[in-house]
């Protein structure tokens, strides 16, 4: 198929000059009068004056939700409209592309550190990915690169610094014993404390924690319920350090604290008791299914989302992350496997079919939704247009809830992808982009490497 054409011209209509002549009369008039002169506004679609072009982009199969229509959309001022403007200063012929929003990946921890510029974003951006959301970083780090990202060009990132758990609980752990021999430089293992992870014990423990978390803002709160339903049972015990989380009656606390500074809170589960308890303490989002890892000691009733919780979670608006991925990834042994991609699919189709807003995230460091999307894929239980909406409609928006973003309509950020052929009979298109829109302007990419190419 061939590429996309993108031809530019500049095209000066008789309606520009009319209006200009007629605005210069105006003012010589109103000048002779006497009146108080206003400077007049630069015309929105003026070549000049406008940073943006304003595109017709023509020949584009749009995906509405269902389907894909053939339409004419215009970008001005980087927002898509279907009015045809006065002014138009190029066309972008898209040669029958088929145009989807741009994808998310709403739960990764790869975009921290100033290395992650020249490898992990290109990658992001590569692969479709415009909007990201990191789960857990490190303040230091992060604010060491925010500069550079959120902007038109670029991968536009959400931060949580740190998560608030309990002492001894996940993932302190984690950062002492491996991720600090990584990109990280080597730092004495309790660096990350007050940096990657703040431990709460107690509500005076919260207060003396709140103003460190919030010392470089994030821009929404991490909290860590990991089996909370044996909480008296893990706290004390040097036999689940790393595999515990935080009291759940304290999770309320954080929430309250949180919503009062407009800030949203999302939080890692590990069982059916840990959704329930973060729904029921207001939480926004949840960052896991249950049961990514179900050990054969727990009946599987423990990883499966009761109906009323999912309800629950639908009326109150949480989103949820799918990340089905993480258990490929860890589980060597076939009948474990199984067991546990069953209540995947158990407990997606039910959080689908109550209408519970799902969002892709891998939750890989290696990896982005690229990998998570396939992984869906496998396991069957969306069809190929349910699992496109999810990753290109739901998770952009489950990232910036207050953007106008995972919609090809009216007064949306004209920010699209070109595919070489329908995702919708072909789900391998989704990889096939022939063209990177943002914010009302082309990307351009430098080349990848071949080995930092994702597969689906």
Not at 284 to 310: C, K, M, N, R, T
Request: hydrophobic share 35%.
């Amino acid at each position: 198929m061939s590429t996309t054409k993108v031809r530019r011209r500049l095209i000066r209509r008789s309606v520009a000059s009319i209006f200009s002549t007629v605005a210069g009369a105006l003012l010589f008039f109103l000048a002779l009068v006497g009146a108080p002169v206003q400077p007049a506004p630069a015309h929105p679609n003026h070549p000049i004056t406008n940073e943006l072009p304003t595109y017709e982009i023509r020949n584009g199969r749009w995906f509405d939700g269902k389907s894909f229509q053939a339409r004419t959309f215009y970008s001005i001022e980087g927002r898509l409209t279907l009015k045809k403007p006065p002014l138009i200063n190029e066309i972008l012929d898209l040669d029958g592309g088929f145009v989807v929003p741009p994808f998310g990946e709403a739960h990764n921890h790869n975009v921290v550190h100033p290395s992650h510029l020249t490898t992990t974003v290109p990658r992001y951006l590569s692969d479709g990915i415009f909007y990201v959301k990191i789960m857990n970083g490190v303040r230091d780090f992060t604010d060491q690169i925010r500069n550079q990202l959120n902007t038109p060009t670029g991968l536009d990132v959400v931060f949580a610094h740190g998560g608030f758990t309990a002492s001894g609980g996940h993932p302190i752990k984690l950062y002492e014993e491996h991720l600090r021999q990584g990109p990280y430089g080597r730092v004495d293992k309790f660096w990350f404390n007050d940096r990657a992870y703040y431990i709460v014990d107690r509500e005076a423990d919260l207060e003396q924690k709140w103003p460190l978390a919030r010392t470089s803002p994030p821009d929404f709160i991490k909290t860590f319920l990991y089996y909370s339903e044996e909480f008296e049972k893990r706290r004390d015990d040097p036999a689940y350090i790393g595999r515990k989380g935080l009291d759940p009656r304290l999770l309320p606390r954080i929430v309250e604290r949180a919503h009062r500074e407009h800030l949203r809170v999302a939080t890692h589960v590990e069982t059916s008791a840990d959704f329930h308890n973060a729904l029921v303490a207001g939480v926004d989002e949840i960052a896991h299914l249950p049961g990514y890892s179900i050990p054969i000691a727990y009946p599987i009733s423990a990883f499966q989302i009761p109906v009323e919780d999912a309800r629950l979670a639908a009326q109150r608006g949480v989103d949820v992350v799918t990340t089905t991925m993480l258990a490929s990834e860890k589980i060597k042994d076939p009948a474990q496997l199984k067991r546990v991609q069953e209540n995947q699919i158990r407990n997606l189709r039910l959080l689908y079919d109550n209408g519970v807003l799902l969002a892709l995230g891998s939750d890989t460091f290696e990896d982005t939704s690229v990998a998570e999307a396939g992984h869906l894929r496998r396991l069957g239980v969306f069809d190929n247009r349910t699992l496109l909406r999810l990753w290109c409609e739901n998770t952009p928006r489950s990232i910036f809830p207050g953007r106008k973003i995972g919609l090809l309509a009216e007064g949306y950020e004209s920010s699209f992808l070109v595919l070489e052929g329908d995702p919708i009979q072909n789900f391998d298109n989704t990889s096939r982009i022939r063209m990177r829109f943002k914010q009302g302007r082309p990307l351009q990419l430098a080349p990848q490497p071949k080995e930092a190419k994702n597969s689906r």
